[in-house]
């Protein structure tokens, strides 16, 4: 089973609308990252969070993590078909940055 | 800055020969290399940790013998699938991290990944 669980596995929105993907672990968290990949391509760094309750934000995503650092949602405003991809969760799960642990990923489609 | 690039970008063998691939740190010296392998529709698993100069640290049920690191310098890892089989074709990625890896709260050391590599085994 993942160590990380995301949801959806796959997401199909109409331009224009807001959507939200989960990333979840049974496991306190170190840090927190949210990369964007296109298929067979590498991954696109989004965000890092470190802190309970920690947000940031870049142009029209949104990322936060829970208190308890064991929940992210990544939430996207206005969605445009340049958004289209997978969106990956990734962990430290010891706290050196030696063990990234990665989500199933959620596909994302944004039809125009 | 924190560029990492991979060579080949996409591989095609024949099985039973050995498959090399680079993956360098074109604009910062990388400590700490990291192998990814990536099936269809799947996330990424992390085969193995090289830290320059030393042996790579491989995970659980990675065959070391079959999947060959060297991190000769500090800007350059290389992955050789030795002996090469159907079952290995996926999509290979490195990344690396500069620093120690003792990740604080106040130095984080983020990877930072490559492209990847598309290996399909004939």
């Known amino acids: 089973s993942q160590e990380l669980e995301q949801s959806p596995q796959s997401l199909i929105v109409q331009e224009g609308k807001n959507l939200t993907i989960n990333c979840t672990s049974s496991?306190?968290?170190?840090?927190l990252y949210w990369y964007k990949q296109k298929y067979g391509e590498g991954l696109i760094f989004l965000m890092m969070?470190?802190?309970?309750?920690e947000e940031k934000s870049h142009e029209k995503i949104t990322a936060k993590l829970d208190e308890k650092k064991q929940q992210s949602s990544l939430h996207i405003t206005a969605s445009q078909p340049s958004h289209a991809g997978t969106y990956l969760c990734?962990?430290?799960?010891?706290?050196?940055?030696?063990?990234?642990?990665f989500g199933a990923g959620t596909r994302l489609t944004v039809k125009p | 800055g924190a560029v990492v690039s991979q060579h080949p970008s996409r591989v095609i063998c024949k099985s039973g020969t050995s498959v090399k691939i680079e993956c360098r740190s074109l604009?910062?010296?990388?400590?700490?290399m990291f192998w990814y392998r990536q099936f269809p529709k799947q996330s990424l698993m992390l085969m193995a940790t090289?830290?320059?100069?030393?042996?790579?640290?491989?995970e659980q049920g990675v065959e070391k013998d079959k999947f060959l690191i060297n991190h000769a310098s500090l800007t350059l890892s290389t992955l050789t699938v030795t002996s090469a089989h159907p079952e290995d074709s996926s999509f290979y990625i490195c990344?690396?991290?500069?620093?120690?890896?003792?990740?604080?709260?106040?130095?984080?050391?983020?990877?930072?990944f490559g492209p990847g590599t598309r290996l399909t085994v004939l």
């Open positions: 496991k306190t968290l170190y840090g």
């Open positions: 990734g962990a430290d799960m010891r706290g050196n940055n030696n063990d990234m642990r």
């Open positions: 090289s830290n320059e100069g030393s042996k790579a640290t491989y």
């Open positions: 969070l470190q802190k309970g309750g």
């Open positions: 604009d910062f010296q990388a400590t700490t």
């Open positions: 990344s690396a991290r500069m620093g120690t890896g003792r990740g604080t709260r106040s130095s984080y050391n983020e990877q930072f």
